[in-house]
């Protein structure tokens, strides 16, 4: 960890952070544990703005940070700063240091501070100003593990975090107001939200919003509970109907439901499956949550289309254009075609005593992490 180097703070949260932290809960080896948190110390410079709300980007060696320079007037980005909190909450509980769940617990102050357009949580904060940057929202790339991690805080705390649980079930409502709405044909979809405008478009990233609506179901205000798990099971059936809808049974990284056309890519660069989770981790989800054989099978249809489509001889590659009669790979084997596709996969196919829901919670990366039981008091006591 002592490269003159520039990482993404979000990613490797996700992923080794988030690693780091399940490989130590899963076998008790130390290492684990001190690596985890000697890392977590090399991301704290981030978060060092005028708000607290850190930067996308961080030299390790040097602590300086910066945002994306494409992203709205030099903001940070809602899924980046608002998917850190589970492993910052760990890494708090394992380190005996509290200054890590301080600082995620300072951007939901700010948050909860700002006027929401509609309700809404927009994809840009400027770190410095600490107001909102263009109006775009969405439950896809940009905002997705935002709503997630609201969720999971709740869940993994034993179900005692009660201010996440109140921002995701309000995001939620807001999202079903604006965002939420049906095809012609039938089909549940989630457009994105730009400064008030619709653009019915819906990423493969947006897919893994079933999964997390069935997982709320039971928390659900106002009786909801059917409504949310019915919700889930709509959203999973029309990202299936975007796998369905191609020549290889597999979906594209965005499917459009306007000019006449549902659950379709319709521009060449959103044609590409690069061995993305979020369809199957719905599935997972799904199944655990209602145990309907379809979502077994709609998994094993996706399990059959990665062997033939994507088994290549050095792993698995990502394809260029699922509509079409003959694989183009891509020759890449992303790494979360490990930590979650092929998880998920498994979980699918497993019996639910294997990392069950009442004892774990997977970040977004899938790296299962373990509830916090309100009686687990200090971390001797839970070891």
């Not at 399940?22 to 080896?29: D, K, P, T, V």
């Not at 965002?179 to 897919?207: F, N, P, Q, V």
């Not at 191609?246 to 061995?275: C, H, W």
Request: charged letters at 25%; glycine letters at 10%; one cysteine or more.
């Amino acid at each position: 960890f002592q490269q003159n180097a520039e990482i993404s703070v979000f990613e490797v949260n996700i992923r080794f952070v988030g690693g780091l932290l399940s490989a130590y809960y899963l076998s008790g080896e130390e290492v684990f544990r001190k690596k985890a948190v000697e890392l977590g110390e090399k991301l704290l410079p981030a978060f060092n703005t005028p708000t607290g709300i850190p930067w996308a980007l961080l030299n390790i060696k040097s602590g300086i940070g910066r945002n994306w320079p494409w992203a709205s007037g030099g903001s940070s980005i809602l899924a980046e700063f608002g998917t850190l909190h589970l492993e910052f909450v760990h890494l708090s509980y394992l380190s005996g240091n509290p200054v890590f769940a301080e600082k995620v617990m300072n951007i939901r102050k700010v948050l909860n501070r700002l006027d929401k357009p509609e309700g809404l949580y927009p994809n840009y904060l400027n770190p410095s100003s600490g107001q909102w940057g263009q109006h775009h929202v969405s439950v896809g790339g940009l905002g997705d593990s935002f709503y997630e991690y609201l969720l999971k805080a709740w869940l993994m705390t034993d179900k005692t975090d009660e201010e996440g649980k109140k921002m995701y079930y309000d995001a939620v409502q807001a999202i079903e107001t604006h965002l939420i709405r049906k095809s012609s044909g039938g089909l549940t979809y989630i457009a994105e939200w730009k400064g008030g405008l619709l653009e019915h478009k819906m990423g493969h990233l947006t897919c893994f919003a079933g999964g997390m609506f069935a997982l709320g179901a039971d928390g659900a205000p106002n009786d909801k509970t059917g409504h949310h798990i019915e919700l889930g099971a709509e959203i999973a059936r029309t990202c299936h109907e975007s796998y369905d809808r191609t020549s290889m049974k597999l979906g594209p990284e965005a499917f459009r439901f306007d000019g006449g056309v549902e659950a379709i890519a319709t521009r060449q660069n959103e044609k590409y499956y690069i061995l993305r989770p979020e369809v199957i981790e719905t599935y997972m989800y799904m199944w655990r949550l209602t145990h309907d054989p379809k979502y077994r099978q709609w998994g094993w249809e996706a399990v059959e289309a990665l062997e033939k489509h994507c088994r290549v001889d050095g792993g698995y590659s990502g394809i260029r254009d699922v509509y079409n009669d003959h694989e183009s790979h891509d020759d890449v084997q992303q790494s979360f075609f490990l930590s979650e596709t092929l998880k998920y996969l498994y979980l699918l196919f497993s019996e639910d005593d294997l990392l069950p829901f009442e004892h774990w919670v997977f970040n977004t990366e899938a790296h299962p992490l373990p509830v916090l039981h309100k009686e687990d008091g200090n971390k001797e006591n839970n070891q």
